[in-house]
């Protein structure tokens, strides 16, 4: 049973000597009792320091599932090729969700029967007053236009 014994402290010595010093520091003074507050405040940082990383990557990850699963509408023109004087004005959701009470504000007022290629053969326009963009669209479900 000596032999034992003398093997795990020549065992220990050999660790101490090769972890012996932090610094200016032995290994029995590093874990004694005047260090204990600086480890515990160090494993206090430490824990703190991880919560807020995980609570940011929560916060992030949410943000990210739930833009994946919006409505996403949008609005574009295109050239009718049969008829060269026509522009369609497509409305189209893009997005994984149902878009509710879809709304338009133009900048400038949308002409309607605005026909003719060139401005001599042009016919005087009104503004448009009808249609889905005028009083909005109630839903718009996925993939339509």
């Given at each position: 049973m000596m032999r034992t014994k003398n093997a795990a402290d020549a065992k220990n010595a050999r660790l101490i000597s090769a972890f012996g010093r932090i610094g200016n520091i032995t290994m029995n003074q590093a874990f004694s009792q005047d260090w204990v507050p600086l480890w515990t405040a160090l494993a206090a940082t430490a824990a703190i320091v991880t919560a807020l990383v995980t609570?940011?990557?929560?916060?992030?990850?949410?943000?990210?599932?739930?833009?994946?699963?919006?409505?996403?509408?949008?609005?574009?023109?295109?050239?009718?090729?049969?008829?060269?004087?026509?522009?369609?004005?497509?409305?189209?959701?893009?997005g994984r969700d149902i878009a509710h009470d879809v709304k338009f504000f133009p900048s400038k007022p949308i002409p309607a029967s605005a026909w003719g290629i060139e401005l001599r053969d042009a016919v005087q326009s009104s503004t448009m007053n009808d249609g889905p963009i005028v009083p909005g669209i109630p839903a718009l479900v996925i993939s339509h236009k």
């Open positions: 609570a940011a990557y929560t916060y992030f990850t949410l943000r990210l599932v739930r833009a994946q699963s919006e409505p996403k509408v949008i609005l574009y023109v295109k050239h009718d090729l049969n008829r060269p004087s026509i522009l369609m004005i497509i409305i189209e959701n893009i």
